[in-house]
């Protein structure tokens, strides 16, 4: 299973990305994804999450700037993330969970298997 993130950057606060996951190497498709941040010295935070129906979730620090979606098709994962802030500085990084969850709703996501080698955003002020 591979993972391939891209559409990071460096922008001023405000402004506007795009996040793409590329996801290969597994059969079937509707798994549960998500999205998920570090910034140094700080532990991992989920920032949203999809499911095979397309029913999402966010962290409530990004609830209403970003925009979790998916092309099943492609299978790949977007993360479109508006108004951004200093504080949304991090690498970001994309999981799947190809077995079945009781829910894909991210409070609740278990350690995920699978991730992405990372794409880093920074927002300055």
């Known amino acids: 299973v591979q993972l391939q993130e891209s559409g990071g950057g460096s922008v001023q606060s405000g402004g506007s990305l795009t996040l793409s996951c590329a996801a290969s190497?597994?059969?079937?498709?509707?798994?549960?994804m998500a999205w998920f941040r570090q910034a140094p010295g700080k532990e991992r935070e989920g920032v949203a999450a999809i499911d095979g129906a397309g029913s999402t979730s966010y962290a409530d620090a990004v609830k209403g700037r970003f925009t979790i979606s998916q092309d099943s098709s492609k299978n790949t994962l977007y993360l479109l993330m508006n108004s951004l802030k200093p504080e949304d500085t991090s690498m970001y990084y994309c999981?799947?969970?190809?077995?079945?969850?009781?829910?894909?709703?991210?409070?609740?996501?278990?350690?995920?298997?699978?991730w992405g080698q990372g794409t880093q955003v920074t927002v300055s002020s």
């Open positions: 190497g597994f059969r079937g498709s509707g798994y549960c």
């Open positions: 999981a799947i969970y190809l077995s079945r969850l009781k829910s894909c709703t991210l409070a609740t996501l278990p350690t995920a298997r699978y």
